[in-house]
């Protein structure tokens, strides 16, 4: 499972500046942490700091044929918690379905801190629109909150958004399991009805005729007249007895 992991912002475009931090070197230590949680397919649209170009990125994922694209971003502007998008034009199913799940592990990380989930949102974003394969962008935190920053700049809080992010990732894209064995349902206990010990025939009457008329397929009235007999001898003849009309101990065990 190949899934590009991207770095938001880099080189000259730090991305968002504030508290001391900026945003490109928080989303290069968090990518680098997502991927030593993925396996050796998962790769980073870059390892460091020089320039790359949305586009470039959107490249880079596409060339590489990857199965998934993450964006990892920090937010700015005056908010608080964390914010998920998929490209807010035509996108498959595949693509909400990873970002739900994405974005229930990375939620629960900033709920536990207090941070709230601000949604899960759609954005005409160059590298959710230019990547040919399902995509998401994280926002993660406000870099200018003074709350947000003060858990982002330790690498405890962004180990847990690797170990939420690499979680979900691996939950929406890691090896399907093996579906579970359908519980097949029992048959019916095969319930052997003893013969009633004389020969049943044109003229009998009573249950065990209406239960072979229910065998053979004609109206259940308990009276072996002409249309049960013909019923009974096309149903031995097909199930292999003598076509008798007379439902003796074989054709009673084969019925019963
Ligand atoms: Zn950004």
Not at 200 to 229: C, E, H, W, Y
Request: include cysteine; proline fraction near 7%; hydrophobic fraction near 40%.
């Amino acid at each position: 499972m190949s899934i590009c992991i991207d770095p938001g912002h880099s080189g000259s475009d730090p991305g968002a500046v504030a508290n001391g931090l900026q945003e490109k070197d928080l989303t290069l230590a968090i990518s680098k942490k997502v991927l030593a949680r993925l396996d050796s397919s998962a790769f980073p649209t870059h390892t460091d700091d020089s320039f790359v170009d949305l586009d470039v990125r959107a490249v880079i994922a596409n060339n590489a044929k990857a199965q998934y694209f993450c964006s990892i971003h920090i937010n700015a502007g005056g908010g608080t918690g964390f914010e998920s998008y998929v490209f807010d034009g035509p996108h498959s199913p595949e693509t909400d379905r990873i970002r739900d799940i994405i974005h229930s592990h990375v939620a629960k990380v900033f709920a536990a801190h207090g941070l709230p989930d601000r949604g899960k949102k759609s954005a005409n974003f160059a590298v959710l629109r230019e990547t040919a394969m399902p995509a998401c962008l994280l926002e993660l935190g406000f870099i200018d909150s003074t709350l947000d920053s003060s858990y982002l700049r330790t690498d405890s809080f962004q180990n847990e958004l690797a170990d939420a992010i690499a979680t979900g990732l691996n939950e929406a894209l890691g090896q399907t399991p093996a579906p579970a064995p359908q519980a097949v349902p029992a048959p019916p206990p095969v319930v052997h009805v003893p013969y009633p010990g004389s020969l049943i025939l044109i003229g009998s009457r009573g249950n065990a005729v209406k239960m072979i008329q229910r065998v053979v397929g004609v109206r259940d009235d308990g009276i072996f007249g002409p249309v049960t007999d013909g019923a009974v001898r096309r149903w031995q003849d097909a199930h292999g007895l003598i076509p008798d009309g007379q439902v003796g101990p074989l054709t009673w065990a084969k019925m019963f």
